[in-house]
């Protein structure tokens, strides 16, 4: 029974560069949430889907972030012209539905700029 | 917009003793959830308590239990018995019942558990 799958565990991109995250929720969960951990600080929402829908995207940069949930595959966070400030960790967590139903969370992806 | 508050940005307690992790927040809604998460060195996300507003009893998971208090906006966590293994970050987080229910976070307390 696989819990949030995020890959890569690491990543590191120079200035310029674009930044792929991928999460596969658990299984029987069709709702995925991302957050962003900055260093010494607590997750900040990014963004909210299901399956090929953005239901809620309020935390999410206006700039070079983007993020989709397709019908078949993980969902994938993606951030173009990566600059330093993008270095954090990124979150996946998801559930089987929204409200009543507690988030889990994978092991986050840690982005490192050049 | 909601906020959660931890006031508490780092707590140390010695092996069997018990602590009190302190968590507010502020919000207009009257039913929401209220979690607490434990984040280890290995940076896992781990859900150690989940509490429903509407709820007047005080959820307790093993060693754990949250002391709720709704009118004062009031979500502390009692860690019974420390054990080495939780020694860890503490994020309180907050989720209402709506479209969205994204969970927001507070900054966090830094527990250490010693001998």
Same mark, same amino acid.
């Given at each position: 029974?696989?819990?949030v799958?995020q890959?890569?565990?690491?990543?590191?991109?120079?200035?310029?560069?674009?930044?792929?995250?991928?999460?596969?929720?658990?299984?029987?969960?069709?709702? =995925?949430?991302?957050?962003?951990?900055?260093?010494?600080?607590?997750?900040?929402?990014?963004?909210?889907?299901?399956?090929?829908?953005?239901?809620?995207?309020? !935390?999410?940069?206006?700039?070079?972030?983007?993020?989709?949930?397709?019908?078949?595959?993980?969902?994938?966070?993606?951030?173009?012209? =990566? =600059?330093?400030?993008?270095?954090?960790?990124?979150?996946c967590?998801?559930?089987?539905?929204?409200?009543?139903?507690?988030?889990?969370?994978g092991? !986050?992806?840690?982005?490192?700029?050049? | 917009?909601?906020?959660? *508050?931890?006031?508490?940005?780092?707590?140390?307690?010695?092996?069997?003793?018990?602590?009190?992790?302190?968590?507010?927040?502020?919000?207009?809604?009257?039913?929401?959830?209220?979690?607490?998460?434990?984040?280890?060195?290995?940076?896992?996300?781990?859900?150690?308590?989940?509490?429903?507003?509407?709820?007047?009893?005080?959820?307790?998971?093993?060693?754990?239990?949250?002391?709720?208090? +709704?009118?004062?906006?009031?979500?502390?966590?009692?860690?019974?018995?420390?054990?080495?293994?939780?020694?860890?970050?503490?994020?309180?987080?907050?989720?209402?019942?709506? *479209?969205?229910? +994204?969970?927001?976070?507070?900054?966090?307390?830094?527990?250490?558990?010693?001998?």
């Open positions: 029974n696989a819990g799958m890959n890569p565990r690491h990543l590191v991109r120079r200035r310029g560069q674009e930044a792929r995250l991928r999460c596969s929720p658990m299984k029987g969960h069709s709702h =995925v949430y991302w957050y962003r951990q900055l260093p010494e600080e607590g997750l900040k929402f990014m963004v909210y889907l299901q399956k090929e829908n953005i239901i809620d995207e309020s !935390g999410m940069p206006k700039e070079r972030f983007s993020a989709e949930f397709p019908k078949e595959g993980p969902s994938i966070l993606r951030i173009q012209q =990566v =600059v330093r400030g993008d270095s954090a960790a990124y979150f967590a998801s559930s089987r539905n929204r409200g009543n139903q507690p988030q889990h969370f092991d !986050g992806t840690r982005l490192s700029i050049l | 917009a909601q906020t959660v *508050t931890q006031s508490q940005p780092e707590m140390s307690v010695q092996e069997a003793e018990t602590v009190t992790l302190s968590c507010t927040y502020d919000t207009s809604e009257n039913n929401y959830y209220l979690f607490w998460y434990k984040q280890p060195p290995s940076r896992q996300m781990i859900l150690v308590i989940r509490q429903e507003a509407y709820k007047q009893q005080n959820a307790t998971e093993n060693r754990f239990s949250v002391n709720f208090q +709704k009118a004062a906006k009031s979500f502390s966590l009692k860690i019974s018995d420390s054990q080495l293994g939780d020694t860890a970050m503490y994020f309180c987080a907050f989720s209402d019942t709506g *479209t969205a229910s +994204k969970l927001t976070f507070g900054t966090g307390t830094r527990l250490q558990v010693t001998l």
